[in-house]
Every structure is written in structure tokens, then in C-alpha cells.
T-cell receptor, first 114, second 109 residues
Framework: EAQVTQNPRYLITVTGKKLTVTCSQN?????MSWYRQDPGLGLRQIYY???????DKGDVPEGYKVSRKEKRNFPLILESPSPNQTSLYFC?????????????FGSGTRLTVV | KNEVEQSPQNLTAQEGEFITINCSYS?????LHWLQQHPGGGIVSLFM???GKKKHGRLIATINIQEKHSSLHITASHPRDSAVYIC???????????FGPGTRLSVLP
């Protein structure tokens, strides 16, 4: 089944403890991206990747890192999480960032930083 | 002023009604994306548009580039259409999206 898999679905962590949210797609998509969703602020893009080893900042990249060493994986890294990073996170992919294809979203990761 | 606005913010309809959700934007765009977010939180990509009109089942999306406006129509609405519908625009020079605030639709049986 064609899908974007995010893990974990739920995570509660403490301030400052490094964490990684994984994202993997099995559709050979070139473009992958990360978003966060907050009440009253809607969806906002964190980082995106046009292809392997090509990443760029979205609108809210502060406090996050990403890497794209292989086409299928695009992990989101929080080196020192803070409570303002408590949010619902989505990973998505599409065939090409310059094309008009639809996007496939992961199921979301609900992160709570205490 | 937000770059992407949607109306209405909330919408309640009876099953079978024809529904229209509007999206207006203030920036130049290369494409516009309609998303559906289910009550459980999952997001589904409905349409990517850069001109004209697209149709999929009971859903129709239109865009008017000159007027900077897009509409999402749902014909013969059904309770399973209850969701938040989000419009997002991609700017010509960037590869990131700017999202609208969403329209919460409830379709009553």
C-alpha cells in the first residue's frame, strides 16, 4: 500500500531531551516536507526536501533539523525540545515539488514537551 | 491581512445540500492545494490546481487566477463529508505552502 509512515504517533518528552520523529514513504517520491499544526495558527511548514541531500527551510524552522540521506526517509530532529514545540506534526510527500501531483500525508505525530 | 483567507469559517449543512467553500489569497501563486482533514486528524490531498477546474466524484474545485480566488464545491453532501477543508497556496519562487485557516464543515443526516 502506498503510504507515508510516521513514528511515533504520540510522544511525551521532557524539555531538552533530544528526539527524532521518523517519516518514511514507499512511493519513490522526490519531495518530502514537515508541517506543524497548532490551534488558531493552522498548518505551517517547517522544512522541505526537493530530493536526496537537498533540504530547505519552511516558515517555522527554528528549533528543528532535518536530513535526507535516502529518498524514502526524512526524519525530523528536535535537538533540545521546548514546550513551545508541543504540537501536532505531519510529514507529507509528493512525486515532484515542481509538479501538480497530490500529496500523501502521514497520520501525524502528537508531541507534548513538558 | 492574512495571505490566505477562507470563508465561511464554519458551515453546517443538511445531507444532500450543495456546498461551497471559498479561498482568497493576496500573493502570486504557482498552484493552489485543497486538503481535507478528518475529525480524527488525518489529512487527505483533494486537488492541486493552477488553472481552470478539476472534478473528482462529488467534489469540484475551481480557480480564478486573475481574481485570486478558488472555490471547493461538494454536490449531494453526506455526513461523511464532515471535516475541516484547508486551502494552501504555493508561491512561484518557493516550494513551500502558505495555508488558510480552514473551514469546518458539518453535514447533518
Amino acid at each position: 500500500e502506498a503510504q507515508v509512515t510516521q513514528n511515533p504517533r504520540y510522544l511525551i518528552t521532557v524539555t531538552g531531551k533530544k528526539l527524532t520523529v521518523t517519516c518514511s514513504q514507499n512511493m519513490n517520491h522526490e519531495y518530502m516536507s514537515w508541517y506543524r499544526q497548532d490551534p488558531g495558527l493552522g498548518l505551517r511548514q517547517i522544512y522541505y526536501s526537493m530530493n536526496v541531500e537537498v533540504t530547505d527551510k519552511g516558515d517555522v524552522p527554528e528549533g528543528y533539523k532535518v536530513s535526507r540521506k535516502e529518498k524514502r526517509n526524512f526524519p525530523l530532529i528536535l535537538e533540545s525540545p521546548s514546550p513551545n514545540q508541543t504540537s501536532l506534526y505531519f510529514c507529507a510527500s509528493t512525486l515532484s515539488g515542481t509538479g501538480g501531483n497530490g500529496y500523501t500525508f502521514g497520520s501525524g505525530t502528537r508531541l507534548t514537551v513538558v | 491581512k492574512n495571505e490566505v483567507e477562507q470563508s465561511p469559517q464554519n458551515l453546517t449543512a443538511q445531507e444532500g445540500e450543495f456546498i461551497t467553500i471559498n479561498c482568497s489569497y493576496s500573493v502570486g501563486i504557482s498552484a493552489l492545494h485543497w486538503l481535507q482533514q478528518h475529525p480524527g486528524g488525518g489529512i487527505v490531498s483533494l486537488f492541486m490546481l493552477s488553472s481552470g477546474k478539476k472534478k473528482h466524484g462529488r467534489l469540484i474545485a475551481t480557480i480564478n487566477i486573475q481574481e485570486k480566488h478558488s472555490s471547493l464545491h461538494i454536490t449531494a453532501s453526506h455526513p461523511r463529508d464532515s471535516a475541516v477543508y484547508i486551502c494552501a497556496v504555493k508561491t512561484p519562487l518557493g516550494q513551500n505552502f502558505v495555508f488558510g485557516p480552514g473551514t469546518r464543515l458539518s453535514v447533518l443526516p
